[in-house]
């Protein structure tokens, strides 16, 4: 199935990826730390591996050095089939945030609950 600005957005929204995500994505700039962790997971299934790079701090543990590799990896994982984010628990500070959630990929649910910081702008750490 071809993927559109028009088709529904990956983040479980039920709004039309232009009206959603799609606005993140264009700005590497989320809102709250909520919207960041819904539009990362929509980035991974898009294979956004931009975004994904943009939106990791780099002090995380996640953060690679070779970036042509990191986004190799990225597309790849994104091949998975992404079937639901499920927001379990949001916890915002004023410069933190954390949100438990559970995606649904391919036959495994990955559940984590993400650190948050905000400097100039949202940015995803690591599972705590």
Do not use: Q
């Not at 264009?26 to 990362?40: C, E, F, H, Q, V």
């Not at 993400?114 to 705590?128: C, M, P, Q």
Request: glycine letters at 4%; aromatic letters at 16%.
């Amino acid at each position: 199935m071809k993927f559109s600005k028009n088709s529904k957005c990956p983040c479980g929204s039920g709004k039309k990826y232009k009206e959603c995500c799609y606005k993140w994505h264009k700005i590497s700039k989320a809102p709250n730390a909520l919207l960041l962790m819904k539009s990362r997971y929509s980035a991974y299934a898009l294979g956004n591996a931009d975004y994904i790079i943009k939106t990791t701090h780099p002090d995380s543990p996640h953060y690679e050095k070779d970036i042509k590799a990191w986004k190799n990896s990225i597309k790849n994982f994104s091949e998975s089939e992404f079937k639901k984010l499920e927001i379990v628990e949001y916890k915002n500070e004023k410069k933190r945030a954390f949100v438990k959630f559970k995606a649904y990929i391919d036959d495994f649910v990955m559940e984590e609950e993400s650190l948050f910081v905000k400097e100039d702008k949202w940015y995803y750490i690591k599972g705590v």
